[in-house]
């Protein structure tokens, strides 16, 4: 890998890692959810440092070239990162649907114990 593409993608990762530690810090986003980003900078902080290791490996699993494990190694990792924000953001839908089923319930109670609408 040419010397600048390293260091335009360690500095890159860096900047994004700090970027992701600003949020945590001002309490913007909660740690697990940057918890993905940070480990995805550390590890292409460490692929810039040592290029040959994605060489070795993808001749070692049979790849013909380099950039197709990368390729797949990312796609992979996108797919399994959408996949658990499906999930997230499917227990949170039914988490939201059950607080307002509950706030209803509980407005409808206070309306039948205080049916002039004067509150005591």
């Known amino acids: ?59 070692a699993l049979g790849f013909q070239s380099p950039i197709n494990l990368v390729y797949l ?11 658990l924000m499906t999930l997230k953001i499917s227990r949170l839908t039914i988490k939201q649907k059950e607080l307002v089923q509950t706030l209803a319930i509980t407005a409808k109670e206070k309306n039948d114990e205080n049916p002039g609408g004067e509150d005591k």
């Open 1 to 59: 890998m040419d010397s600048i593409l390293s260091v335009l993608l360690i500095i890159g990762s860096i900047v994004t890692f700090l970027f992701a530690m600003k949020l945590i810090r001002k309490s913007t986003v909660r740690i697990e959810d940057t918890l993905f980003w940070i480990v995805f900078c550390v590890v292409l902080i460490v692929l810039s440092i040592f290029p040959r290791s994605v060489y070795t490996l993808s001749v």
């Open 73 to 83: 190694v990312i796609i992979f990792v996108l797919i399994i990162n959408q996949f």
